[in-house]
């Protein structure tokens, strides 16, 4: 149950794209379709904005999408807004356990 | 729907606490919840997880025989309780519910978080 692998930073000018990876292993990433991610601000608690690779819940601007290939997840984020600078974080699921990237800190300049 | 933790504190290293968290808003037998945590400063750590009828229950490694998670769907209360605390086990506890009634682990609420600090 090792971390996922992600950049610690990241960083756009507003209306640009970005793009995080999430590295794992053919045990967990690359062997279940059970992908997410989430978006936290500071002294917040995270926000669920994908689920199953590539879902978005119900409110997330559809700026954000994500895709999986092998062993690595992509968050990518179209359009960058002020508001998207926080932390964010890939889950990778099994079904028994779950393991977290170590969370990506975008910035927008 | 609303998630809201208690139980927190400050514990001295191999003591043990008990993490409630009370749940309103949703059928709460029908969903699975976890326990996440957050070390200052650091990145989610996911901690154990349960079923919505509650008989099937997994542990992070890292916790494994000192933690329990269980849960009282009369009461909608999902329960942590954490024996032989380490100075590791410091973090933020957060509670979340998923999206299924099983353990797919897409936690679409979670409560505000309860400190525990393990120190002498």
């Known amino acids: 149950q090792s971390a996922l692998t992600q950049p610690r930073s990241v960083s756009g000018s507003p209306g640009q794209s970005v793009t995080i990876s999430c590295t794992g292993t053919?045990?967990?990433?690359?062997?279940?379709?059970?992908v997410s991610w989430y978006q936290q601000h500071p002294g917040k608690a995270p926000k669920l904005m994908i689920y199953?690779?590539?879902k978005r819940p119900s409110g997330v601007p559809d700026r954000f999408s994500a895709s999986k290939s092998g062993n690595t997840a992509s968050l990518t984020i179209s359009g960058l807004q002020a508001e998207d600078e926080a932390d964010y974080y890939c889950?990778?699921?099994?079904?028994?356990?779950?393991?977290f990237g170590g969370g990506t800190k975008l910035t927008v300049l | 729907v609303q998630l809201l933790e208690s139980g927190g504190g400050l514990v001295q290293p191999g003591g043990s606490l008990r993490l409630s968290c009370a749940a309103s808003?949703?059928?709460?037998?029908?969903?699975?919840m976890s326990w996440v945590r957050q070390a200052p400063g650091k990145g989610l750590e996911w901690v154990s997880g349960?079923?919505?009828?509650?008989?099937?229950?997994y542990h992070a490694d890292s916790v494994k025989g000192r933690f329990t998670i269980s849960r009282d769907n009369s009461k909608n209360t999902l329960y942590l309780q954490m024996n032989s605390l380490r100075a590791e086990d410091t973090a933020v506890y957060y509670c979340?519910?998923?999206?299924?009634?099983?353990?797919?682990?897409?936690?679409?609420?979670w409560g505000q978080g309860t400190l525990v600090t393990v120190s002498s």
């Open positions: 979340a519910k998923d999206l299924s009634g099983v353990t797919k682990y897409y936690f679409d609420y």
């Open positions: 808003g949703f059928t709460f037998s029908s969903f699975a």
């Open positions: 349960i079923s919505g009828g509650g008989g099937t229950t």
């Open positions: 053919s045990s967990d990433v690359g062997d279940y379709n059970y």
């Open positions: 199953d690779v590539t």
């Open positions: 889950c990778s699921s099994t079904g028994t356990y779950t393991i």
